[in-house]
């Protein structure tokens, strides 16, 4: 029973290990909080692939942001004439929550 168990467990640990990281996909979601363009899912299955969301703000006012699964993500904030917030995360669905 006791080896049943242990190979159980760890074919269990091997899927678990296995699936992918789960993110929102939005090309275009716009200040009032819809999507309009590229709603969806996508599984960053790829080494080093996260979540990722830039938000992009005009006057400290969110104006839309764009939400995938990126490769390489960085964290990054760009201060032009607007303000460019680019944030990474490696929780499901996790760049739909910040």
Do not use: W
């Amino acid at each position: 029973m006791d080896k049943h168990f242990l190979l159980l467990s760890s074919v269990f640990s091997c899927i678990a290990a296995v699936t992918p990281l789960r993110c929102i996909t939005c090309h275009l979601r716009t200040q009032t909080d819809r999507c309009r363009r590229g709603f969806g899912v996508c599984a960053a299955e790829k080494k080093h692939e996260t979540c990722m969301i830039l938000k992009i703000f005009q006057d400290n006012t969110l104006q839309l942001s764009y939400m995938v699964c990126q490769r390489f993500c960085r964290e990054l904030t760009y201060d032009l004439n607007d303000t460019y917030v680019h944030t990474c995360c490696n929780d499901n669905y996790c760049n739909f929550k910040i």
